[in-house]
């Protein structure tokens, strides 16, 4: 029987292949669950039509971050932590911290897109790398003062 997958089935193929597979396994396991469909016109249209909503959303998304980074450039902030006379911190402060920060300036930015060599461990400036995408990338400042 040949069907059309919806969703990526392992060792059978990815989402959109047409396969061979026995009537049972199709009828049994795979229509059910929803990994399959039978190969017609109206469901290999409607497949078409969900990969091109899905590359839509995509690049919308993209374009999302892209715009975010751009407003990230050049944006500073300041990050209070109690440190020595010397400007030594009592511990550090490490990207969620700083993605903290940026969350509270009204930047919505997940902990893993700071990109930081070391922990910060003195006061001063720094300038830390937030990467959202591979194309969307921004230099920032950060601002560790003692509290």
Known sequence: ME???RKPVEHLGEAGDIVQVAAGYARNYLFPRKLATPVTSDNLNRLEADKRRVVREAERHHQTLVELAERLE???CTIAA??????TLFGSVAAPQI????RQE?????DRAVQLEAPIKETGVYAVTIVLAPEAEAVTRIWVVAD
């Open 74 to 76: 050049g944006t500073s």
């Open 106 to 110: 009204g930047y919505d930015i997940p």
């Open 99 to 102: 993605a903290e920060a940026l």
């Open 3 to 5: 069907i059309l997958l």
């Open 82 to 87: 109690q440190a020595s006379d010397s400007g």
